[in-house]
Nanobody
């Protein structure tokens, strides 16, 4: 079992930055793929960024590429999402998730076994 807790959300002006954190307890991230997803009101949950723990390869949705960075701290068993140049369309609840997910399927929310409770990010224009 893995328990995930997100933190770092909040209200920020357009163009600003936030850093989200996802701390894992129980089992470690070491054997898993970890992803950040987001869900805006009335929309489906969408993939934002992913990280393959072994090797550290990262993946991004086109909408955030160049603005967001996913990273990890092995010692703290924590994954981060650094979000820069935020736009109003980035407003959503952000979730981290982890599981034994194949690279070819890491954008699919249904492939992940464990989810955090979510953290609200609101970008004002």
């Amino acid at each position: 079992q893995v328990q995930l807790v997100e933190s770092g959300g909040g209200l920020v002006q357009a163009g600003g930055s936030l850093r989200l954190a996802c701390a894992a307890s129980g089992r470690t991230f070491s054997w898993y793929t970890t992803g950040w997803f987001r869900q805006a009101p009335g929309k489906e949950r969408e993939f934002v960024a992913g990280l393959i723990w072994t090797g550290g390869t990262t993946y991004y949705a086109d909408s955030v590429k160049g603005r967001f960075t996913i990273s990890r701290d092995n010692a703290k068993n924590t994954v981060y999402l650094q979000m820069n140049s935020l736009k109003s369309e980035d407003t959503a609840v952000y979730y981290c998730a982890t599981g034994s997910v194949a690279v070819s399927r890491l954008v699919l929310a249904s492939e992940y076994d464990y989810w955090g409770q979510g953290t609200q990010v609101t970008v004002s224009s």
